[in-house]
């Protein structure tokens, strides 16, 4: 007697979209994936994955490829402009404290390692979803309309980024995404002699990470309306860090204004009241957008994807609307406290008052010469998560 396989559609082949279209292949769905976007090109260009997002990865099989591209050691450094160290951090200690290094990797290196767990035909681009019908628990299928066609599933999973047609459609009542105050510049250059580490300035701040291969990813931020841009990002960010220790200044140089990458933040302030309606469930962006200050925008949609998995392991086509409340119940709360101190940390960070900033610089030198390990201690309910222990 044959089983007919529970089916879902993922929305969105992101960092997150694969993983929960891996993890739900992995236990035995039918997974097809819609992309909009022609090709499969990687947005963005580097991701730092932390513990917690390795730990997840492993639940699919693909951490170990990604722990061999670790490549930030010994120690880092907070810094002020003129080059003065504020706070150290040690990598050794990251590791202590959290059993796993932070690894940085091209995001083009992330997406090749999630494609390998899919089957050759789960992956269908240039796929707009126009609307989606939630469907509920008397077995009613989730409906999709495409550009071309419209289907029907089990479970769709709405993993279509900040700005989720999938999520308006759910929740049209909510204010959705609002602006952080502050915009993004990020790169990868050659290989550059440098000291991993961030530069925290008036509203102002620059950072730069090895990665395996030699070259060196960095970021940059400013407080600015949202909006603006330049005809040559490169030439506004060399006039912004123009004050900036070295190497900050060739760094920018080292990349053509086609290679830097411009956006302006967004996130989700308001959280939303569930994340999931009928049989759809939203992961990643699409669900709690946040600040970069953490690094957990892409590590959070790595843990929805395997806790959603889990969730829905053993559950029969007929009960995952029923099911789906639990996987809004360990997530919704969990990340909207790491969307907070996200935030809480970004607007720190991007103080510009001659006296704020000032007194924030006080603070983390002296905070770094009496306890080392004071800025992790915060990382240490998002970083020691750990998967279900089914969710393999």
């Known amino acids: 007697m044959s089983v007919t396989k529970p089916e879902a ?47 997840a990865l492993d639940a699919i099989g693909a951490g170990e490829p990604l722990r061999e591209l670790a490549a930030i050691q010994g120690t880092a450094t ?9 706070a150290p951090t040690s990598g050794e200690a990251f590791v202590e404290r ?21 089957p050759a035909n789960a992956l269908r681009t240039g796929t707009t979803v126009s609307s989606v019908l939630p469907g509920g628990p008397d077995h009613r299928a989730s409906v999709i309309t495409t550009t071309g066609e419209t289907l029907t599933a089990d479970l769709v999973v709405g993993a279509d980024g900040i700005r989720s047609p999938i999520r308006h459609a759910l929740f049209p009542e909510h204010p959705g995404p609002r602006y952080a105050g502050f915009t993004t510049w990020r790169a990868i250059v050659p290989k550059t002699e440098m000291v991993p580490g961030e530069t925290w300035g008036r509203g102002l701040v620059f950072g730069a990470m090895p990665l395996a291969d030699g070259r060196v990813y960095w970021y940059a931020t400013a407080n600015r309306p949202a909006g603006v841009t330049h005809g040559d ?24 204004p086609e290679q830097i990458l411009h956006l302006d933040v967004h996130e989700m302030a ?52 029923q099911a789906l409340p639990a996987y809004t119940a360990r997530r919704l709360a ?17 103080w510009e008052g001659r006296y704020a900033v000032a007194a924030r610089d006080g603070f983390l030198r002296a ?14 309910s998002i970083l020691r998560w750990r998967p279900p222990v089914d969710s393999a």
């Open 78 to 86: 907070l810094r002020r402009p003129d080059g003065r160290v504020l």
């Open 270 to 321: 308001d959280p939303l009241p569930a994340h999931h309606r009928g049989r759809v469930v939203l992961i990643g962006d699409a669900a709690h957008a946040m600040t970069p200050n953490l690094g957990q925008g892409g590590n959070q949609a790595l843990e929805d994807a395997i806790e959603l998995a889990d969730v829905l392991t053993g559950v029969a086509a007929d009960k995952v609307a």
């Open 233 to 256: 990002e490169r030439a506004e960010l060399l006039r912004l860090y123009r004050d900036f220790h070295a190497p900050i200044g060739r760094l920018i140089e080292a990349a053509t």
């Open 334 to 350: 969990h990340t909207s406290a790491v969307v907070r101190k996200s935030r809480r940390l970004g607007a720190m960070a991007q």
């Open 98 to 118: 959290f059993g796993e290094p932070m690894v940085l990797a091209p995001r083009a290196e992330l997406m090749r390692v999630l494609l390998a767990g899919l």
């Open 367 to 380: 905070a770094g010469r009496l306890a080392p390990d004071a800025a992790l201690r915060p990382l240490d």
């Open 9 to 55: 559609i993922v929305v969105g082949a992101g960092p997150g979209g694969l993983t929960a279209a891996t993890a739900l292949h992995r236990k035995g769905w039918s997974v097809v994936v819609l992309e909009r976007a022609a090709t499969l090109e990687p947005i963005g260009a580097a991701i730092a994955v932390a513990p917690n997002g390795l730990r």
